[in-house]
């Protein structure tokens, strides 16, 4: 994979759609659960969406493994990529909690089928991976900052 865009490092302009779809993929997520008009008019794009956020998942950790090795070694960079390597699970969490959600609650809507504690449960574990996610993301946007900003100044 090329590691720059016009002189560019790739990481920085691959990792702001990532920052952009994980919470928008987290957000709309605990919206269909939460709120029965939302999901009727958003339907199939929540789990399209965390399965988008899910694979910037690799491309982000792919550029930024390059960037890490064209730079000087430095603990915060590590700590950056050592918080970068949580994301995945999350993500995969959710995307799979999204989907199972929107494919049961759909059955349920068309023909009533399935016990109403499983769609419960179900919500329930989109909302766990939905905080997982955004808290892991949030984690990991602050040490790639730290890291990048450190020595301006």
């Known amino acids: 994979m090329f590691d720059t865009i016009f002189g560019i490092p790739l990481h920085p302009l691959v990792v702001h759609a990532t920052v952009v779809f994980v919470p928008l993929a987290a957000l709309t997520s ?52 050592h918080l970068a390597d ?3 699970p999350w993500l995969i969490g959710l995307f799979l909690t999204t989907a199972v959600f929107y494919w049961r609650r759909r059955s349920h809507d068309q023909d009533g089928r399935g016990p109403d504690w499983v769609l419960r449960i179900t919500g329930v574990l ?16 602050h040490s790639g900052a730290v890291a990048a900003w450190s020595n301006v100044g």
């Open 86 to 88: 949580g994301l995945l």
């Open 30 to 81: 605990v919206l269909a659960v939460v709120w029965s008009r939302f999901r009727q008019w958003f339907g199939w794009g929540t789990p399209v969406i965390a399965a988008f956020a899910l694979a910037l998942d690799p491309v982000s950790t792919e550029t930024g493994e390059g960037l890490e090795h064209a730079l000087p070694r430095s603990s915060l960079i590590q700590q950056h990529a």
């Open 126 to 141: 989109v909302v766990v991976a939905a905080v997982g996610t955004l808290v892991e993301v949030v984690l990991i946007g």
